[in-house]
């Protein structure tokens, strides 16, 4: 697999990398630890070196399942990790980038992890109640002292976004984008261009929705954290599949499915973009690795654009708690 770069500091990684979280956290009951292990493995040896993770998603049990996977090939992958959420009860009960909070977290992280260094730690919201420059700082700092070699931010605004990158250089912004969700294209991409950070898209198959295995008559289990959002509602769905129908007409005439074609469209959009597909399927990894070598004339990306743009896409992407707190 080709390789991108994301910040000027030359933090390099394989062009998709692997969203882990649905591994333990969010999807339903976790799959088993040692089929998790072996997929891990699995993506490392198809050319995957870039691998996302976070305290929360568990809490904790999926920086446990990387420790475990990567120790013996720790100098193959390249991980990325997170803090920024106060932890209660197994829970996540508001936002926490405190100074002392960062550096606790990153210690328990680099713990579970089995390795000596982050390599690339984001702040995963916003806290209303730290300056950012508090923020940057104290994980510069952890840069300095050899515990963390590159800073992320996500779901962060421009202005923030310049804020913390007038005091710690940051190499990249962790944000959701998708055919199903271009918002970043009005202010976040020309912002990262300018000040050369890199663009990892969580979420760019839309939670699954543009896989086009899921539709108005799909069912998701209680734990299934999708069956809280708007956007998966069954009038949503039925709304939201036009999108799908669209793309999936483009990727039968590129002898590809519809998460590739996806996955590539977001891939042409800027060569310093990493789309970070999630899954805890071998063939849908392979499915989605595929999509890395793809190549989208600049008619068929067009098309694509053209067919984003006739569809309204229905449903919030949160609740409206939820949302109120990314907007802050």
Not at 123 to 150: M, N, S, W, Y
Not at 194 to 208: Q, Y
Not at 276 to 298: F, M, V, Y
Request: glycine share 8%.
């Amino acid at each position: 697999m080709q390789t991108r770069t994301l910040g000027k500091n030359g933090l390099e990684v394989s062009a998709l990398g692997l969203g882990c979280m649905g591994m333990s956290y969010a999807y339903g009951i976790a799959p088993d630890v040692k089929e998790m292990v072996s997929l891990l493995h699995a993506a490392v040896e198809r050319g995957v070196t870039f691998f996302d993770t976070a305290e929360i998603y568990g809490p904790y049990a999926n920086e446990s399942l990387l420790g475990e996977a990567f120790a013996p090939i720790r100098d193959k992958v390249v991980i990325a990790t997170k803090f920024g959420f106060k932890i209660e009860d197994g829970k996540h009960n508001g936002t926490n980038s405190r100074p002392d909070h960062i550096r606790s977290v990153a210690e328990a992280s680099l713990k579970r992890l089995k390795t000596d260094v982050i390599d690339l730690l984001y702040q995963h919201r916003v806290d209303p109640d730290v300056p950012i420059e508090d923020v940057a700082g104290t994980v510069g700092d952890l840069i300095r002292e050899g515990k963390v070699k590159h800073f992320g931010l996500s779901e962060a605004g421009p202005a923030t976004i310049r804020a913390a990158h007038a005091v710690q250089p940051v190499a990249a912004l962790q944000s959701e984008y998708s055919l199903w969700w271009r918002e970043p294209e009005a202010e976040i991409l020309p912002t990262l261009e300018e000040l050369g950070i890199g663009f990892v898209p969580f979420s760019p198959l839309g939670r699954g929705f543009l896989t086009g295995k899921i539709d108005a008559d799909t069912k998701f289990e209680s734990s299934d954290f999708r069956a809280t959002l708007p956007r998966f509602s069954e009038e949503a769905r039925a709304a939201n599949g036009k999108l799908v129908a669209l793309i999936a007409a483009i990727a039968k005439r590129k002898l590809a499915t519809p998460a590739q074609i996806a996955l590539a469209w977001l891939l042409a959009q800027k060569p310093w973009i990493v789309p970070i597909p999630g899954t805890t399927k071998l063939n849908r990894l392979e499915e989605n690795i595929h999509a890395a070598s793809i190549d989208l004339s600049a008619d068929d990306l067009a098309d694509i654009t053209r067919a984003a743009d006739s569809v309204t896409i229905e449903g919030a992407r949160y609740p409206a708690a939820t949302q109120a707190m990314i907007n802050r």
